[in-house]
């Protein structure tokens, strides 16, 4: 085995970690405290390639792997989630999307602007009443022959404001259940469309996060992924390379809350000495540098199995539900470690720990994740 | 009109430095960056590219180093570099590098060369100097801006009490420090991906000698524990200074 990165991925694991520091540090806390889409920082990060890193160079793309992907992405969520929540969603599921489903004519007309950066695209799946349960869609794209017309609303879209480009779930035919659902690319711009006001969430408050409804939305036929009746089985395939790209945000958030951690360990002084010299806190920084150790590993043998071709879905689910679920205890701890410190914004932990609540929630809950675990051993 | 950045590989500014022995540095552990002013030389002579596109053709970076080098070399490409040049050899003293890189410019022609003030890992401040001399060419020191104007090729030096501007017939050689430009250029994907690509020309070193050899490195001794006295116990502090410091 050989767990060397290649020139190129340090080249882009340290471009990361540069944009992160320079571009996203400084503000990350203001920004959170107000909810504050930073557009500016996003338009960077997409002219440096970032958001389309992962796309066919032939459809103007970065043509990087995954391995590359899950070191950016933990770079920039060390940092500050929000951002890199729209990088996820650009390459995981927007583009691999397209991409790898799509017509030559939708990867011209959509794909390459996205992979170059010029526009952001959303992926439009949860509903009101269906989340964990998506077979239960119910918005409809009724066919009315050389159109679909879409009605019905749609929750918690990451990127629903800024992004031009939206790949829309949605129920044609009903008494067929899930084979029924059809994937639609919508301009978001298409008249019918109207968006919520920004969620006020409790992690990620920078990100673009609103609910979008449908009202007699036209949306061409040649807009369909795939076959008719292909949108569920679409959709469920990008989500298991969607994993990959917040199970390896949730790693961010863990060793950035780490790194923190270790450094104030290492600082603070209490009964004569650096807190880290008291087992109590030495104890909690191993526990967590091991779960660390396991996530980053997990979600780099995702990425490998995905960049060499094998099925990946199932070490995703895994990454996926281990990564959120320690980003949550290292982030804990780091509180703890912080002491009142941590309880204040000014220590940035409290918000990462804000932050690794939603890896445990969105793009498929750790309870979601162990029913994919769970049903693969019984196989 | 062609730029030529003169690259060194250096530990990055945060290493904590180590030495095997009292003569060589411990390089175990150590991540290896391109000098920060080189680096932020490069990017404005990208800056420079990017806005007179019909003035200058082509950035070239060139390092005195041993392939171990070649990383720091790459992301120079990736940064926007169209070729590089690495003298085979290691860096070992700065007249042994200043000879060096003028034997490959008296070669080839470059009508701006690039180095910093100094590299972070010596910090010796004499391979700009140097290469003038050798190659009988314009310096100008302590460069702190660059720019095209109306055809001209205008540099700011940082004197006593405010900015000299200076018109500078090419070729010459720009000793550059703070304020070249603002930030690094971070790589974008596209020239990560294209750097493995360019050009890089690996040229034997000239029979150069040294001029000095390091005898010893000294490191300084650890710092003391510090002692707080107040008002309350002057007389206390005066007593170290006199019988344990013996500074009065």
């Known amino acids: ?36 889409f930073p557009a500016d920082r996003i338009k960077k990060l997409a002219e440096l390639g970032f958001l389309g890193m992962m796309t066919d160079p032939k459809y103007d793309g970065g043509g990087m792997d995954t391995v590359s992907y899950v070191l950016a992405m933990e770079e920039l969520s060390k940092i500050d989630s929000s951002v890199a929540v729209v990088m996820s969603v650009c390459n995981s599921l927007v583009n691999w999307g397209l991409e790898t489903y799509g017509t030559e ?4 007309k959509y794909l390459k602007p996205l992979a170059r950066g010029e526009k952001i695209g959303a992926f439009l799946l949860s509903e009101p009443e269906a989340g964990s349960d998506a077979t239960k869609q119910r918005t409809t794209a009724e066919d009315k022959g050389d159109y679909y017309l879409v009605n019905g609303t749609k929750n918690w879209i990451t990127n629903a404001n800024c992004a031009s480009t939206y790949l829309v779930i949605a129920q044609t035919n009903p008494e067929k259940g899930h084979k029924g659902i059809n994937a639609l690319i919508v301009d978001k711009n298409t008249p019918g469309i109207t968006l919520g006001p920004h969620e006020d969430k409790m992690g990620m408050r920078s990100s673009d996060t609103h609910s979008v409804m449908f009202n007699d939305v036209k949306v061409p ?25 917040i199970a390896s945000q949730a790693l961010g958030i863990a060793s950035g809350a780490f790194e923190r951690a270790l450094h104030y360990a290492k600082e603070r002084k209490a009964f004569g000495t650096e807190i880290f010299n008291h087992q109590a806190i030495a104890f909690k920084l191993a526990d967590m540098a091991v779960k660390i150790e396991n996530a980053r590993n997990l979600c780099l043998k995702a990425a490998w199995l995905k960049d060499t071709k094998q ?6 689910a895994m990454a996926k539900q281990y990564c959120a679920d320690i980003a949550m205890e290292v982030t804990t701890e780091a509180v703890q470690i912080h002491g009142g410190y941590g309880y204040v914004k000014e220590y940035h932990v409290e918000r990462l720990m804000r932050e690794a609540k939603l890896t445990q929630i969105y793009e498929g809950t750790s309870e979601i994740q162990k029913i994919v675990i769970s049903r693969s051993l019984l196989k | 009109m062609k730029i030529l950045v003169c690259i060194s590989d250096v530990p990055d500014t945060t290493t904590k430095i180590k030495f095997a022995g009292n003569k ?11 000098n920060p002013w080189d680096e932020l030389s490069l990017t404005r002579a990208i800056e420079l590219k990017e806005a007179h596109p019909d003035k200058i053709e082509n950035i070239t970076v ?3 180093g041993t392939t171990a080098s070649e990383p720091t070399i790459r992301k120079a490409l990736a940064m926007g570099a169209d070729n590089a040049i690495r003298v085979d050899s290691e860096p070992k003293e700065a007249y042994f590098v200043a000879a060096q890189l003028a034997e490959v410019i008296k070669s080839k022609q470059f009508d701006i060369v690039f180095t910093g003030l100094d590299s972070a890992d010596y910090n010796g401040s004499t391979v700009g100097g140097m ?6 060419m314009t310096s100008v020191s302590a460069v702190s801006g660059i720019n095209i104007e109306d055809g001209k090729v205008i540099v700011s030096r940082e004197i006593d009490g405010g900015t000299q501007k200076l018109d500078v017939q090419t070729p010459f050689i720009a000793v550059v420090q703070k304020g070249i430009a ?14 493995r690509t360019k050009p890089l020309e690996v040229v034997a070193p000239a029979n150069i000698d040294n001029l000095t050899e390091i005898v010893e490195y000294e490191m300084p001794q650890p710092k003391g524990k510090c002692r707080k006295f107040t008002e309350e116990n002057v007389n206390e502090l005066v007593d170290v200074l006199h019988k344990e410091a013996k500074l009065i």
Not at chain 1, 105 to 108: I, P, S
Not at chain 1, 226 to 238: R, S, V
Not at chain 2, 131 to 136: G, H, Q, V
């Open chain 1, 105 to 108: 004519e939708q990867k011209e």
């Open chain 2, 182 to 195: 603002i930030d690094p250029r971070i790589p974008a994907m596209r020239g990560i991906m294209m750097a």
């Open chain 2, 131 to 136: 290469l003038a001399e050798l190659l009988d």
């Open chain 1, 1 to 36: 085995m050989n767990f060397e990165f290649t020139e190129e991925q340090k080249m882009i694991q340290q471009a990361a970690k540069d944009f992160a520091e320079r571009e996203l540090l400084h503000d990350v806390i203001e920004r959170d405290a107000k909810s504050e």
């Open chain 1, 221 to 245: 036929k040649a807009n369909r992924i795939g076959e008719d009746g292909f949108g569920f089985n679409f959709a469920m395939k990008t989500l298991d390379g969607g994993r990959i790209g």
């Open chain 2, 24 to 34: 060589e540095l411990d390089k175990a552990g150590i991540q290896w960056i391109i």
């Open chain 1, 311 to 316: 099925p990946y879905g199932i070490v995703s």
């Open chain 2, 62 to 64: 060139i390092n005195v």
